[in-house]
């Protein structure tokens, strides 16, 4: 794997992205995040697995943090020491992924999970 030198994007670039591309996300302290709800202990565990596969693929790892009914995902590129295009495109695939739902799709064969509180697992944006 070879080292480039990345950009690193600033405050102003990243909050015009952000508003742009992600729009529930937010810069705080170095790191692009996102809360994301869940209804319980098996929404936050589908959560984060998700976005475990997403990074090692990405080989980029973010932050997590993970409670009863939430996640919240915290990006960086550490080695360039800021944000770069590697945390925006990991976020807008975290992002393409944790929401997707399937019964919304025209024609999809999928109908996506019951709205029943004993099915539910995650409370979408």
Do not use: C
């Amino acid at each position: 794997m070879s080292r480039q030198t990345e950009k690193t994007y600033s405050e102003a670039e990243i909050a015009e992205k952000l508003v742009a591309e992600l729009p529930h996300w937010y810069f705080e302290k170095g790191w692009i995040r996102r809360k994301y709800k869940t209804s319980g202990w098996k929404g936050t565990l589908m959560v984060i697995n998700t976005v475990g596969h997403l990074a090692e693929a990405a080989w980029h790892h973010p932050d997590l943090t993970a409670s009863y009914a939430f996640v919240i995902v915290k990006l960086t590129t550490h080695s360039a020491k800021g944000i770069t295009d590697k945390d925006f495109e990991l976020a807008k695939k975290i992002e393409q992924v944790v929401q997707w739902q399937p019964g919304e799709e025209q024609g999809s064969p999928f109908e996506g999970t019951p709205s029943d509180p004993r099915f539910k697992y995650m409370k979408y944006d």
